[in-house]
């Protein structure tokens, strides 16, 4: 016995999620069926909406307007001399908070991560390549601190060996309001090796 | 440190079961064969380190007909008290574990190491000696972090390099790397070697201070002073980067790396013999007792703390004088023995628990 088949298309297409498996996607598409014919057009709407209205930023491959630049490329303020390299969307909001930065960004979609099938082509890299042809003058390369961010890192710097080009990463250390007794050794050790002087 | 109070419920033979070893003490389970003696030292150390010394298979541990296992355990940290819990759920295809520490998730395995370091003895214990190069570099890797937690997220980290290593040469299907590839298979060397080099560093320090008391232990038990050697024995030669390089093509139709860490030995010898192939059978038993007394002595030195004792069947394998010979060698602290046949006249247990009534 199987559902009848427009239940079934949307168990389907739900278990393609993220995260959702068949026993969610039934979930969700039972809860969906239940509820009132308006607020499930709404989500309809709003889904597509969201595609076609918005994809990337011509320039930096965040999430922006169609056929545009997102707001942080489109504003004249921000340093065009300085990229800060991120892994997904969200990391720029993760940069933006920190107050710390007034360059411009650049998403890549992924790491390198060859177990889940993510090679350097499937990431926007070339569009990286092409925006150095511009006033670029430093690349910063902020990843997550694991094997697959590290790697990136890595791979990118290579990659990037342009003359006056320079390509930085984040200081890693302690974080702030951190006990010491509680670093990881790993942590500390990097934290130590990139100690900064105080006083000479 | 030690355990406190264990629950076992639905896991192997037993419905439910509850015992409270006493501090420091020895605790000896004694009864027929079959009525679980080792099931309650594989539920110890499931809880310390998440896995049984005795099958992959985690199914395996849930009582047949049950879905759900439980493992509780009270363990005590000088005047800290820990819960831990593991919960084996049957599904469909595998085995899931939760395991909670405090009620928390563990974040790594250091955490594990840091709450209940162990030294078990088993019958086959003797395959550390005897076996291939697995059981050596298990006992390597679990004595690392025993005497240091922290060396476990070296370990973690070049596991994972290994993975996504590995996946890449996969990925290549056997064809030779093209430009861009090669340029990330760099990318993975570079990590790899990196990764590779801290292993090998911990290793290589752990084994200089296991060495000696390997030497004293084994002189102990077998009452010889025959020459002990326990060297690191790499996969390869000259420089892992250039290794590498050469078993590249190899190991890009494997689709798994054949040389670093993760393929390393510890050669054991005794007079210069080659113990895992040319030492009689005496001997291996004795070498294989040695390291793991020199493990726990190496535990309690550098972390000023008793590792539990779990001995499982040890005495049926080992002749009389042998037997007394390791009692006396055995440091104090809380013990966990199993055994079908009387135990060695100078063991003073504080209990002994006959297992056929709890399996009533």
């Known amino acids: 016995m199987s559902y009848p088949p427009?239940?079934?298309?949307?168990?389907?297409?739900?278990?393609?999620?993220?995260?959702?498996?068949?026993?969610?996607?039934?979930?969700?598409?039972?809860?969906?069926?239940?509820?009132?014919?308006?607020?499930?057009?709404?989500?309809?709407?709003?889904?597509?909406?969201?595609?076609?209205?918005?994809?990337?930023?011509?320039?930096?491959?965040?999430?922006?307007?169609?056929?545009?630049?997102?707001?942080?490329?489109?504003?004249?303020?921000?340093?065009?001399?300085?990229?800060?390299?991120?892994?997904?969307?969200?990391?720029?909001?993760?940069?933006?908070?920190?107050?710390?930065?007034?360059?411009?960004?650049?998403?890549?979609?992924?790491?390198?991560n060859p177990l889940e099938g993510i090679t350097p082509d499937r990431l926007r890299i070339q569009e990286l390549i092409l925006r150095l042809r511009g006033p670029v003058k430093e690349v910063i390369l902020c990843f997550n601190s694991n094997v697959e961010g590290d790697a990136t890192a890595m791979y990118l710097s290579r990659l990037l060996q342009v003359p006056g080009l320079v390509v930085s990463q984040p200081a890693s250390g302690l974080p702030v309001g951190g006990d010491l007794e509680f670093a990881d050794d790993l942590t500390l050790g990097r934290a130590i090796d990139g100690r900064r002087i105080l006083a000479d | 440190m030690g355990l406190h109070e264990l629950t076992l419920r639905n896991f192997r033979l037993f419905s439910e079961f509850t015992f409270t070893p006493d501090h420091g003490a020895?605790?000896?389970?004694?009864?027929?064969?079959?009525?679980?003696?080792?099931?309650?030292?594989?539920?110890?150390?499931?809880?310390?380190?998440?896995?049984?010394?005795?099958?992959?298979?985690?199914?395996?541990?849930?009582?047949?007909?049950?879905?759900?296992?439980?493992?509780?355990?009270?363990?005590?940290?000088?005047?800290?008290?820990?819960?831990?819990?593991?919960?084996?759920?049957?599904?469909?295809?595998?085995?899931?574990?939760?395991?909670?520490?405090?009620?928390?998730?563990?974040?790594?395995?250091?955490?594990?190491?840091?709450?209940?370091?162990?030294?078990?003895?088993?019958?086959?214990?003797?395959?550390?000696?005897?076996?291939?190069?697995?059981?050596?570099?298990?006992?390597?890797?679990?004595?690392?972090?025993?005497?240091?937690?922290?060396?476990?997220?070296?370990?973690?980290?070049?596991?994972?390099?290994?993975?996504?290593?590995?996946?890449?040469?996969?990925?290549?299907?056997?064809?030779?790397?093209?430009?861009?590839q090669q340029k990330e298979l760099d990318v993975w060397d570079e990590e790899f070697c990196e990764a590779a080099t801290h292993i090998?560093?911990?290793?290589?320090?752990?084994?200089?201070?296991?060495?000696?008391?390997?030497?004293?232990?084994?002189?102990?038990?077998?009452?010889?002073?025959?020459?002990?050697?326990?060297?690191?024995?790499?996969?390869?030669q000259g420089q892992l980067r250039d290794a590498l390089r050469d078993a590249l093509h190899h190991d890009m139709f494997r689709g798994f790396s054949t040389v670093g860490p993760q393929r390393d030995d510890i050669l054991l010898t005794l007079s210069g013999r080659d113990a895992r192939r040319q030492a009689s059978q005496g001997e291996q038993r004795s070498l294989a007792l040695a390291l793991r007394l020199a493990g726990h002595e190496l535990v309690r030195h550098e972390r000023g703390l008793d590792p539990l004792l779990l001995l499982d069947d040890v005495f049926s394998e080992l002749d009389p004088q042998r037997s007394e010979r390791l009692l006396q060698l055995l440091p104090v602290g809380q013990t966990l023995v199993t055994t079908a046949s009387p135990l060695p006249s100078s063991m003073n247990p504080s209990a002994i628990i006959d297992l056929s009534e709890a399996l009533l």
């Not at chain 2, 078990?120 to 076996?131: L, N, Q, Y």
């Not at chain 2, 002073?225 to 790499?234: A, F, I, K, T, W």
Request: charged share 25%.
């Open chain 1, 6 to 112: 427009p239940l079934q298309a949307v168990v389907d297409e739900l278990g393609r999620f993220p995260g959702v498996g068949p026993k969610s996607a039934q979930r969700i598409a039972f809860w969906l069926m239940r509820q009132p014919h308006e607020d499930v057009s709404r989500l309809a709407l709003s889904l597509e909406d969201m595609k076609s209205k918005l994809s990337f930023c011509e320039r930096c491959c965040n999430i922006a307007e169609t056929g545009g630049l997102c707001p942080i490329c489109a504003d004249d303020r921000r340093d065009q001399t300085t990229i800060c390299v991120v892994e997904n969307p969200p990391d720029v909001l993760a940069v933006e908070r920190s107050g710390a930065f007034h360059g411009t960004y650049h998403v890549l979609h992924g790491v390198l």
């Open chain 2, 26 to 180: 020895i605790t000896v389970f004694f009864s027929p064969n079959g009525t679980g003696k080792t099931s309650v030292l594989e539920a110890v150390f499931a809880l310390a380190t998440g896995s049984s010394f005795r099958t992959s298979a985690a199914g395996d541990l849930i009582k047949t007909s049950e879905q759900v296992a439980e493992i509780h355990g009270v363990l005590f940290q000088q005047t800290r008290r820990i819960q831990v819990d593991l919960v084996l759920t049957k599904g469909v295809r595998n085995t899931t574990k939760k395991m909670l520490v405090n009620g928390q998730r563990p974040k790594s395995r250091a955490l594990l190491s840091e709450v209940l370091p162990l030294t078990v003895f088993t019958p086959e214990g003797v395959d550390i000696v005897r076996r291939g190069p697995e059981p050596r570099r298990m006992f390597l890797t679990n004595l690392l972090t025993d005497v240091n937690p922290n060396t476990a997220d070296r370990i973690e980290k070049f596991d994972q390099v290994l993975v996504q290593r590995n996946a890449f040469l996969r990925s290549l299907q056997g064809d030779t790397p093209r430009t861009t």
């Open chain 2, 200 to 236: 090998i560093e911990i290793r290589l320090q752990l084994l200089e201070k296991l060495r000696p008391l390997v030497t004293n232990y084994y002189h102990a038990i077998s009452e010889s002073s025959l020459d002990v050697g326990v060297l690191y024995e790499r996969s390869w």
